[in-house]
């Protein structure tokens, strides 16, 4: 005769129901005669848990004192931490202000059910500051922060004033910025004459009007030209990191390609004394590869 576990599928499923009746058995009993240990536990993971948010909370207030914003999911763990630990803490002092798990008071007969409750809540709250304790140790181990967004503006102390002359010529230069195809603009004068201050209006404007992609500057000089502090100025507002620190062909190489990527750029060179070597630095403007509608000013 054939029993119903001698059919494959029926046995097994017979054998994983089996198990997990004996699992939740074992399981009872542990909550019911181990309440104390579990909760002992309990209270050793409360530890640890207070030991790692503080060495979070140490490292967040570091990121902060450096400037940096804190990413999301980070303040939703010490969010998450301190909800968890109030919630063990609530049960531990329930545990210790209980009257007694025994049935009749003044009868020492323990009350099963009381002992597996505690053992069962002792064993979710470990559970959970387990989970917690581990993804701190994951954050800790990897970024936790990040540096604001720098305002792409220009940073000056004086407003542009448009004197008559001065608003004829900012209006000749926009205009041109706008409508013509040669992709370099360029504005000359007496030092003092308000040359840096139109081009930076022209900076502020191309921003908040959003007519290119990527508006970036650099301030040339009349001393030698520093091609390494070019390069660095010009990519500090394209977010561009140089692999190499001195090598002028690999940074120029890196910039190119950073320009390229950007797609439609205005570049501003301000306080330009000489012809400005524009492979050199690496300004893909007049070799034909430069972004459609890119200009340098």
Sequence with gaps: MVGLSDIPSVGKLVDRISNAAVDAIFRGFRYMFCYKDLVKTLDSQVEKANTEEERVSTKVAAERANGELIKPHVDKWQKEAEEIKESAHKFAEKYKNRHSCRCIQCVPIPNPVSRFRLGREAVQKTERLTELINSGKELLANEIAHLAPGENLPKTNTEFQEFQSRKYAYVELWHALITESSPVLGIYGMPGVGKTRMMEQLWKDAEEKKIFNKVTRGNVGNEKLDVIHLQKQ?????????????????????????????????????DVWREIPLDVIGIPFGDGNSPMGSKIS
Excluded: M, P, W, Y
């Design 234 to 270: 010009i990519a500090g507002h394209l977010d561009c990191n140089f692999v190499s620190e001195d090598n002028v062909e690999s940074r120029a190489s890196q910039l190119k390609q950073s320009l390229l990527n950007a797609g439609k750029t205005l570049v501003i060179l301000d």
